[in-house]
């Protein structure tokens, strides 16, 4: 763990990369030296496991990492007050019994 926190602290790396790669590594090294016997097309269905969930989390830092625009937030903003401000006015105008409005 001390290794993960000099990746970070250090370099800057993202915790999660560097955690994949060191596991990527402990399944390649004891795979080498006989520590874990399992079949290859098992033991690639893990690394093609690993890899999916490495991209998911590549898609999740675009999404995040993707600014809105700052003229759709204040337009966003903008429709809503109105529609806070216009519907009970609406309602109030459109209903013409005060038991029918809740």
Do not use: W
């Not at 970070?8 to 790669?21: D, Q, R, S």
């Not at 625009?69 to 429709?79: A, G, K, S």
């Not at 529609?83 to 109030?92: D, E, F, R």
């Amino acid at each position: 763990l001390d290794f993960l926190k000099d990746c970070v602290e250090t370099y800057g790396f993202n915790k999660v990369e560097v955690l994949l790669h060191l596991i990527q590594s402990v399944i390649t090294n004891a795979q080498e030296e006989g520590i874990l016997t399992v079949p290859p097309p098992i033991l690639s269905r893990v690394y093609q496991t690993a890899s999916r969930g490495y991209v998911n989390l590549l898609n999740t830092k675009k999404i995040t990492d993707t600014k809105f625009p700052f003229p759709y937030v204040q337009l966003i903003n903008l429709l809503l007050l109105a529609h806070c401000i216009m519907t009970p006015a609406v309602m109030a105008s459109a209903v013409p019994s005060k038991v029918l409005a809740p």
